[in-house]
């Protein structure tokens, strides 16, 4: 297993691994050890925004794996994202017990102020943390292979794909709008106090969930690359390239299709549930099809194709956002939209992509 | 033969509404009831004051209504105080020689105020004013209250006029129908009354009819008659969700057409095709601002003057579009995708940076305003000429795709574009006035749009989904597959909303459509090809 996961490293992926090692290991460190009066000291709040960030990353690692290798342009993974999220949350929710506004030990708040009486069906066991933890990866891989086995078994693709994939994100978007449905309506899920026993708020959580994120990066990193390395991956390549000719000649290019959609959505499911504790709240919004198209933008900034790309394209994009929207706010979506429109335009390989030309490597998209 | 009609209607009313001639003593007398502190004699008093047709009677309970009368405890002389604060002798409507002392107000309760309602009522259904008899007859038929069936077939037995008649029937019918010791036969027709009447508050008066409070015939024919109602209600129901989805596919159909257009021709998703619709609200806003600063005058005239600048402004932004940025990605239509969507994000935010990111205020000109009541069946006139408008854009569109030589060639790079190419069409040029083309139309459609709609930056961001799917639904390169798409949507839309809710409706359409979609990946009308991939 280690061994396949290991197979045919190059010397970015090896830097990509050992970068993610050194920072999980280091910001905790910087973090909880360093004094605060030290220069070197990295504050909480920053923890939490890179922790963030690399949630985001995992998240570009998979819509890449869809859309770099395999040519499926999903614009809405943020739905894949946004259901890991919620099962995270509905733990985090039940482990608030009695300390709610309600004092509710079984419903949480928004449930008494519904004025419901039982706990809905939905919602059983998830104050145990294995059911849940089984739920994100469960629910996304699920509604993936419902939806892609519909999708690609009756060939719908390209652009096509892209609108009903935006269609079932906007479609859960105004479904978790809805009081009705028992996940929160409008404000979701937040206020959370405990993770497996651990309080949420603490530096050394935070700190944790941080290491962990970077951890799950780097073996949702390590999945996708085994997967794009090995004869699947080549056969996936050829389905982007020339998806009849594939079928031609005699590819199930639809089960490979959906095996690929199906742990793409898992790896989305598990960044959303390491994005939760970290943000604090999951609410409707994250289903927004604008967001599903801003993961799009981080992977063609970064690169699609290369998995490492898709990570930095991620960081930097989430970076370059956090500081213009600190400094001038109104430039923000100014700098988004040119940002889509240039590297479409100038830098189709994204930024990994045009190193790797420069420097006369093959891009890794290209080797497969 | 008109005047002498009118005269004798003159005199037919003089003879209807003169009051009984009333001796002074009485009045004093009949006025003095209502000079007490006893609620139960306030109450005989209006009662019989508002039957005595005593002249002046109706000012007098005007003021107790409003709180304006008072008393003399010494004479129990009545006096009104008028809006400028001045007494005035209600016996005589003579203003006092001193100003009266020792006043006390002639206090209402809650039942004495029901008298004094129900009083007026029927004193008003003498009133010369046919509208106020009609006003009148309406307000018994929502107090049914039973002292004032003396009243109305009095009032029923001389009416003239038609209409009126008929409100004072149905107001006789409400009374009777719940009233326990009328004659069967009479509350029998009343219902029939009611049932013909055919309104929610007729219905909801006679499904109040039990056995509790009705013989059994009664009752038998109440429901009989409440069972018309609820048919005809449906009925109406129908037929107005039936409009309401009519104009909402109209309204899709304006913002998806440019959208199937450009799709159809170039095959990419335009993901700034709301916002040429947008920019196409904001221009006809500018018009407005425009014509409200220098000619007033011309403000019915802002919208036809709107279209063909919105037209012009969403054709040209298009053009650029296409000049620059798309036609470099021509073959990747995925990247054309993202690049249009980093389009929309810059177009909404220059126009938040200039308009401001708050709601516009788009006026509505005279003609667009009012409604056509056809018998409950309600019709807005702005619905209307958005209707009316979206299906001369269609025809128009229609007509260039079929009659010019332009359409012609776009129609031709539809089937084939390599083919096309090689008969010596230019295929960039096609492009470029078919992007320019689909985004004038988008303009277009949002002149309409900023009639129904609020003119705000995100406008766009609200029909682009549901365009892109009724150009799916519809078929690509096929205007009547968007027309059908569109209505049918529209239509589903509003027939789901009352059996589900609005979200949830909503909801269930979007997995109908992904369904489809699966069904038909090429949509309602595809293109019949050979190719492999089309």
Redesign the interface.
């Known amino acids: 297993m280690i061994a396949f996961l290991f197979r045919r490293f190059d010397k970015t992926a090896t830097g990509f691994i050992l970068a993610l090692a050194l920072i999980a290991v280091l910001v905790p460190v910087f973090n909880l050890v360093v004094s605060e009066t030290s220069a070197f000291h990295i504050p909480n709040y920053l923890v939490a925004l890179w922790g963030k960030y690399l949630s985001y990353a995992l998240l570009a690692v998979a819509l890449d794996l869809v859309w770099g290798y395999c040519g499926i342009?999903s614009l809405g993974h943020g739905a894949f994202f946004a259901l890991g999220g919620y099962a995270m949350g509905m733990y985090l929710m039940r482990q608030i017990g009695a300390r709610g506004v309600y004092a509710n030990p079984i419903l949480p708040d928004f449930m008494v102020f519904l004025n419901w009486k039982e706990l809905p069906y939905t919602w059983y066991f998830f104050d145990h943390f294995a059911y849940a933890a089984l739920m994100v990866v469960l629910v996304p891989s699920l509604l993936a292979l419902v939806?892609g086995w519909?999708?690609f078994?009756?060939?719908?693709?390209?652009?096509?794909l892209?609108?009903?994939t935006?269609?079932?994100t906007?479609?859960l978007l105004?479904?978790f709008?809805?009081n009705d449905m028992g996940f929160g309506g409008n404000n979701g899920l937040t206020d959370f106090k405990d993770i497996v026993g651990a309080s949420i708020q603490s530096p050394s959580t935070r700190a944790a969930l941080f290491a962990l994120t970077a951890v799950f990066l780097a073996l949702g990193f390590l999945v996708a690359r085994a997967l794009v390395t090995s004869r699947f991956g080549q056969v996936l390549a050829a389905i982007r390239d020339a998806?009849?000719r594939t079928r031609f000649l005699g590819y199930r290019v639809e089960h490979y299709k959906l095996l690929v959609f199906v742990v793409s959505a898992a790896m989305a499911g598990i960044a959303g549930a390491l994005y939760v504790p970290q943000v604090g709240i999951i609410n409707p919004s994250e289903f927004a099809?604008a967001n599903s198209?801003e993961a799009?933008?981080w992977v063609?900034v970064g690169g699609r194709g290369t998995l490492v790309g898709a990570a930095i394209g991620a960081v930097l994009v989430n970076f370059a956002k956090t500081w213009l929207t600190g400094t001038s706010p109104?430039f923000w979506?100014?700098g988004?939209?040119?940002?889509?429109?240039l590297?479409?335009?100038f830098l189709?390989k994204g930024i990994v992509g045009a190193l790797a030309a420069r420097f006369g490597q093959r891009g890794e998209g290209d080797a497969a | 033969m008109m005047r002498a009609i009118l005269l004798i209607l003159g005199l037919l009313s003089c003879s209807l509404l003169s009051p009984l001639p009333v001796r002074a003593d009485d009045s004093a007398a009949l006025l003095s009831r209502l000079a007490t502190d006893n609620y139960g004699d306030i109450e005989s008093g209006i009662t019989a004051l508002a039957s005595s047709g005593l002249a002046g009677s109706e000012i007098i309970l005007n003021a107790l209504a409003d709180g304006r009368l008072s008393y003399r405890p010494s004479d129990k002389a009545l006096f009104i105080k008028d809006a400028s604060g001045a007494w005035m002798e209600a016996a005589t409507n003579a203003t006092p020689a001193s100003v009266p002392m020792g006043l006390k107000p002639v206090k209402v309760n809650n039942r004495v105020r029901r008298a004094l309602e129900a009083a007026l009522g029927s004193m008003t259904l003498m009133s010369p004013d046919p509208l106020k008899r009609i006003a009148a007859a309406d307000a018994v038929f929502k107090s049914r209250d039973a002292n004032t069936l003396a009243a109305l077939d009095a009032v029923i037995s001389k009416e003239a006029d038609a209409t009126v008649k008929r409100h004072f029937e149905d107001a006789r019918a409400a009374v009777l129908m719940l009233k326990s010791d009328a004659p069967e036969a009479d509350r029998v027709a009343a219902a029939n009354t009611l049932g013909a009447r055919g309104d929610q508050d007729s219905l909801a008066l006679l499904s109040s009819v039990t056995e509790a409070n009705a013989p059994a015939n009664v009752v038998a024919s109440a429901s009989l008659a409440a069972k018309g109602i609820e048919r005809r209600l449906a009925l109406l129901s129908t037929a107005q969700n039936a409009w309401y989805g009519l104009s909402l596919g109209s309204v899709l159909l304006l913002a998806a057409i440019g959208l199937a257009i450009t799709f159809g021709v170039m095959g990419i998703i335009n993901m700034a095709h709301g916002e040429m619709v947008m920019l196409g609200a904001y221009t006809t806003f500018v018009v407005q601002e425009f014509i409200r600063a220098k000619a007033p005058s011309l403000f019915d005239w802002s919208l036809p003057i709107a279209i063909p600048l919105a037209f012009c402004v969403s054709g040209l932004v298009g053009l650029l579009i296409e000049r620059l940025i798309i036609r470099h990605l021509y073959g990747r239509p995925l990247e054309t995708l993202l690049a249009t969507w980093g389009v929309s994000l810059v177009l909404q935010q220059a126009v938040r940076s200039i308009f401001g990111a708050n709601n516009r205020e788009v006026g509505a000109p005279s003609y667009m305003t009012g409604v056509w009541d056809l018998g409950g069946f309600q019709i807005t006139y702005g619905r209307l000429w958005i209707i009316v408008f979206s299906l001369a854009v269609f025809l128009a569109l229609l007509v260039v795709m079929k009659g010019t030589s332009l359409g012609l060639r776009m129609r031709a790079v539809i089937q084939n574009r390599r083919m096309a190419a090689a008969m010596g069409i230019r295929t960039p040029v096609i492009d470029a006035l078919t992007f320019a083309l689909g985004s004038g139309v988008a303009g277009i459609a949002g002149v309409a749009l900023s009639q129904i709609d609020n003119v705000s930056p995100n406008l766009g961001q609200s029909y682009i989904i549901d365009s892109f799917l009724v150009v799916v639904f519809g078929g690509v390169g096929n205007l009547w597959g968007t027309l059908l798409g569109a209505l049918s949507l529209g239509l589903a839309n509003k027939f789901l909303e009352p059996l589900a809710g609005a979200v949830l409706g909503k909801i269930v359409l979007l997995a109908i459509i992904i369904l489809f979609i699966q069904r038909r990946p090429r949509g309602l009308f595809a293109l019949k090809g050979r190719a492999v991939e089309s």
């Open positions: 342009l939806f519909f999708a078994r009756s060939r719908v693709t390209g652009v096509y892209s609108i009903i935006q269609s079932l906007y479609a105004l479904a709008f809805r998806e009849s099809p198209i799009v933008i063609a109104e979506l100014y988004l939209g040119a940002l889509f429109i590297v479409t335009l189709p």
